[in-house]
């Protein structure tokens, strides 16, 4: 009954993690990655639908992405959605492409999307430690109904909390990879 709160608990910090990932993954870092595109939807005969099902993005140089819709009468919605985004970035279209140029980050914008990783940051340890709480609250359960002895409470808490402090430095970890990341300039 302990080890099956501990896998759900290890289990439910490793998506807190994925989720972390996956937010600073669409921080913009100065240089382009198709993953900057995940959060733009596009309005696609009344249905949002994002860019990557629509088109082929790539990457022709550090700096550029390139959009090509498989269905050309896409080309205009996802100008739109582009434009409206808040990536910062206006398309460029040619009616067969569209480019979208990335410009240097300034030291001011920098700064921002520091502090934007750290915010993510402090959310999935707050998740995280949220996840050790109940965690512990579950074993506190089984001891008080008798299921466990007081040590192997205790001993299944020392685990709690060493597998949150493992998460813990893992955030940190990821953290610290996206701002120097961010400050390369």
Do not use: C
Not at 43 to 51: A, E
Not at 85 to 103: A, C, E, F, Q
């Amino acid at each position: 009954m302990p080890q099956t709160v501990l896998n759900d608990m290890e289990d439910r910090m490793n998506k807190a993690i994925n989720a972390l990932k996956r937010d600073l993954s669409s921080l913009r870092a100065g240089r382009a990655n198709p993953a900057m595109l995940d959060r733009v939807t596009v309005d696609y005969y009344g249905t949002p639908t994002p860019i990557s099902q629509l088109a082929n993005i790539s990457v022709p140089e550090p700096r550029m992405l390139t959009i090509q819709p498989w269905d050309k009468t896409a080309l205009k919605e996802i100008d739109r959605a582009l434009q409206q985004s808040d990536l910062g970035i206006s398309p460029s279209n040619d009616g067969v492409i569209i480019r979208l140029i990335i410009p240097p980050l300034t030291e001011e914008r920098r700064k921002e999307l520091v502090k934007l990783a750290g915010k993510g940051g402090e959310e999935a340890k707050v998740a995280i430690r949220n996840i050790r709480r109940d965690a512990n609250d579950e074993i506190k359960k089984l001891e008080k109904a008798a299921t466990i002895s007081e040590d192997d409470s205790r001993r299944h808490q020392e685990t709690i909390q060493k597998t949150t402090d493992k998460f813990i430095a893992e955030v940190d970890k990821i953290v610290k990879d996206k701002e120097k990341d961010i400050l390369e300039v």
